[in-house]
C-alpha cells in the first residue's frame, strides 16, 4: 500500500468513534472533515484533496458563494451523471445572480429566505425554488465536510412547498387499447415492456440483446439511455436501477394484446437488426 508522505495528512478515528479526515493546506493551517463511517470519511478527504490539486478554494477566507458553488459543480463532474450536473449549474446560476457576492462566511438564513423570496418574485414556481434550495443544501453540505463553515445555514430556512402531483397511470383496459393499437408498429415491443415492467424509458431504451434471458423470462437492467443537450444520446451506468442480479421478470402480455411473444429469433427482432444496419446503430 502506497504510503503518503508527511504532511498531507490522513483519516483517523476518533474517540468519540466518528471518523476525522485532516488535511494541510500551505498558508491556511488544517482542515479536518467528519463523517460517521471510514468510506465517507475518505471520500470527502479524497475530494478535498482533489479540489486543492486543482487550485479549488477549501478555505473559507473571503471565499464567496459564487466561487464556492463552482468549485462544488467542478468537483461534482467526476461523480454526477450529465443531466444532473446540467441541473445542478441551472440552479446555480438562480443562486449566484441573487446571492453571489456573498462571502459564504457571511451567509445566512435570511439572506437565503429572502432569495427564495426573489425568485418567486420573479415568476419561478414553487416547485422550482424547491429545488433550488435542495440544491443549495446539498452543496452547503459539502462545504462543511470541507471545513469551510461549521454549519448549513440552509437547514434552518423553509422552502416554498410546492402541490404534489398524483402519479396517473393507465387502466387495464386503456392499455389494452394501445397494445392492440400499435400491433405491427416498430414501437409494439416497447410500450408491451414499458406496460408491463414498471422499467422507466431510458432503462428500457438501453436494453441490449444480451440483458434479456428469453428461455427463463427475465431481463437485467445494467443500463440506461439518457439525452443530453447537444449531444446525441447515450448509454449510462444505471446506478440508481436494479442491480444486475435483481433481474426482472418478463410477464405474459395482457389479455386482448396478440398473443404472440417474442423470441430471440422472432419477426420483431429480425426488423430491429435491420433497421440498426440501415441507421448504422449497434
Given at each position: 500500500?502506497?504510503?503518503?508522505?508527511?504532511?498531507?495528512?490522513?483519516?483517523?478515528?476518533?474517540?468519540?468513534?466518528?471518523?476525522?479526515?485532516?488535511?494541510?493546506?500551505?498558508?491556511?493551517?488544517?482542515?479536518?472533515?467528519?463523517?460517521?463511517?471510514?468510506?465517507?470519511?475518505?471520500?470527502?478527504?479524497?475530494?478535498?484533496?482533489?479540489?486543492?490539486?486543482?487550485?479549488?478554494?477549501?478555505?473559507?477566507?473571503?471565499?464567496?458563494?459564487?466561487?464556492?458553488?463552482?468549485?462544488?459543480?467542478?468537483?461534482?463532474?467526476?461523480?454526477?451523471?450529465?443531466?444532473?450536473?446540467?441541473?445542478?449549474?441551472?440552479?446555480?446560476?438562480?443562486?449566484?445572480?441573487?446571492?453571489?457576492?456573498?462571502?459564504?462566511?457571511?451567509?445566512?438564513?435570511?439572506?437565503i429566505q429572502?432569495?427564495?423570496?426573489?425568485?418567486?418574485?420573479?415568476?419561478?414556481?414553487?416547485?422550482?425554488?424547491?429545488?433550488?434550495?435542495?440544491?443549495?443544501?446539498?452543496?452547503?453540505?459539502?462545504?462543511?465536510?470541507?471545513?469551510?463553515?461549521?454549519?448549513?445555514?440552509?437547514?434552518?430556512?423553509?422552502?416554498?412547498?410546492?402541490?404534489r402531483r398524483?402519479?396517473?397511470?393507465?387502466?387495464?383496459?386503456?392499455?389494452?387499447?394501445?397494445?392492440?393499437?400499435?400491433?405491427?408498429?416498430?414501437?409494439?415491443?416497447?410500450?408491451?415492456?414499458?406496460?408491463?415492467?414498471?422499467?422507466?424509458?431510458?432503462?428500457?431504451?438501453?436494453?441490449?440483446?444480451?440483458?434479456?434471458?428469453?428461455?427463463?423470462?427475465?431481463?437485467?437492467?445494467?443500463?440506461?439511455?439518457?439525452?443530453?443537450?447537444?449531444?446525441?444520446?447515450?448509454?449510462?451506468?444505471?446506478?440508481?436501477?436494479?442491480?444486475?442480479?435483481?433481474?426482472?421478470?418478463?410477464?405474459?402480455?395482457?389479455?386482448?394484446?396478440?398473443?404472440?411473444?417474442?423470441?430471440?429469433?422472432?419477426?420483431?427482432?429480425?426488423?430491429?437488426?435491420?433497421?440498426?444496419?440501415?441507421t448504422g446503430?449497434?
Amino acid at each position: 500500500m502506497e504510503r503518503r508522505q508527511r504532511g498531507q495528512g490522513g483519516v483517523y478515528q476518533r474517540r468519540d468513534g466518528r471518523w476525522e479526515g485532516r488535511i494541510r493546506i500551505r498558508g491556511a493551517g488544517r482542515r479536518s472533515f467528519y463523517a460517521r463511517t471510514r468510506r465517507d470519511a475518505v471520500r470527502r478527504f479524497g475530494e478535498a484533496r482533489w479540489a486543492l490539486g486543482q487550485g479549488l478554494g477549501v478555505t473559507a477566507g473571503t471565499t464567496s458563494l459564487r466561487v464556492f458553488l463552482q468549485s462544488w459543480l467542478l468537483v461534482g463532474r467526476t461523480r454526477l451523471r450529465p443531466i444532473t450536473l446540467v441541473t445542478y449549474a441551472r440552479d446555480v446560476r438562480r443562486l449566484t445572480d441573487l446571492l453571489g457576492d456573498i462571502p459564504l462566511r457571511n451567509l445566512t438564513p435570511g439572506l437565503i429566505q429572502s432569495a427564495y423570496a426573489g425568485l418567486l418574485e420573479a415568476g419561478f414556481s414553487k416547485r422550482t425554488v424547491e429545488q433550488t434550495h435542495a440544491v443549495l443544501h446539498r452543496a452547503l453540505d459539502q462545504a462543511m465536510h470541507w471545513g469551510l463553515t461549521s454549519r448549513n445555514p440552509a437547514a434552518l430556512v423553509s422552502p416554498p412547498r410546492s402541490a404534489r402531483r398524483e402519479m396517473t397511470a393507465l387502466s387495464g383496459d386503456q392499455l389494452q387499447r394501445l397494445l392492440r393499437s400499435t400491433t405491427g408498429s416498430p414501437w409494439h415491443p416497447i410500450w408491451v415492456l414499458l406496460g408491463t415492467s414498471g422499467l422507466r424509458l431510458g432503462e428500457a431504451l438501453g436494453l441490449h440483446w444480451q440483458d434479456i434471458d428469453f428461455a427463463g423470462r427475465r431481463l437485467a437492467v445494467r443500463c440506461a439511455l439518457q439525452r443530453q443537450r447537444g449531444k446525441r444520446a447515450g448509454p449510462r451506468s444505471a446506478e440508481n436501477a436494479a442491480e444486475p442480479s435483481d433481474n426482472l421478470p418478463l410477464r405474459p402480455r395482457p389479455c386482448g394484446a396478440d398473443g404472440a411473444t417474442p423470441t430471440a429469433g422472432g419477426s420483431s427482432t429480425n426488423r430491429q437488426v435491420v433497421d440498426r444496419e440501415r441507421t448504422g446503430v449497434h
